[in-house]
């Protein structure tokens, strides 16, 4: 597009090096697994939403983020113990992946 060629010609121009081009993702790579606060926000954005319908979703995010950051350790555990799960599945399916290639 025309503002990458602009951005590229002012980093030629500045010295800077060139911009690596990304290697495309191969779609039959395991997706990477949540972390302990997505899940926490998959499960309290619904009853959030219905407390508060009027709340635009930068709002929810930011409420949810407020509401983690609050959590005790304690409260934050059966999240995290989720994620570390999730975490040694996606490892495992991983390394199938990768054997597979």
Known sequence: ?????????AAAASG?????????KDPNAP???????FIYSADRRA??????????VKDIARALGNE??????????????RAEVLKAE????????NASK
């Open 31 to 37: 997706k990477r697994p949540l972390s302990a606060f």
């Open 1 to 9: 597009t025309h503002h990458q060629s602009v951005a590229a010609a």
């Open 90 to 97: 996606y490892a495992k399916k991983l390394d199938a992946y």
């Open 47 to 56: 009853a959030l939403k219905e407390e508060q319908p009027d709340l635009a």
């Open 16 to 24: 800077a090096p060139a911009k690596k081009a990304k290697k495309p």
């Open 68 to 81: 983690w950051s609050a959590l005790s350790d304690d409260d934050k555990k059966p999240y995290q113990d």
